[in-house]
């Protein structure tokens, strides 16, 4: 079992950055995959970045490519997020997931059995 609770939301304007953290209970957080989604009014929710266990692999949505940055830190067991250069459109409740490495797919958010609370990220124009 894995509990998460995000950090880090708040209103940002736009081009300016955000970091977000996942923080995560138990002992095997270093055996998850962790991933990050967003879901915006109105709209489905949609993988942003997900990365491995060992954080050799990442995944990146084209909309986040070159502008935010997944990243974790096994011995505090937190994955982070990364937002630079935001826009309006980013403007969502952030949720970070974990999952088993297998299957070894990083941005299906069905294969995430475990969830955090979300926090909200606004960006304004």
């Known amino acids: 079992q894995v509990q998460l609770v995000e950090s880090g939301g708040g209103l940002v304007q736009a081009g300016g950055s955000l970091r977000l953290s996942c923080a995560a209970s138990?002992?095997?957080?270093?055996?998850?995959?962790m991933g990050w989604f967003r879901q915006a009014p109105g709209k489905e929710r949609e993988s942003v970045a997900a990365i491995t266990w060992s954080g050799r692999s990442q995944y990146y949505a084209d909309s986040v490519k070159g502008r935010f940055t997944i990243s974790r830190d096994n011995a505090k067991n937190t994955v982070y997020l990364q937002m630079n250069s935001l826009k309006p459109e980013d403007t969502a409740v952030y949720y970070c997931a974990a999952k088993r490495p297998n299957p070894t797919s990083l941005q299906a958010g069905s294969l995430y059995p475990y969830w955090g609370q979300g926090t909200q990220v606004t960006v304004s124009s």
């Open positions: 138990g002992r095997t957080f270093s055996s998850y995959a």
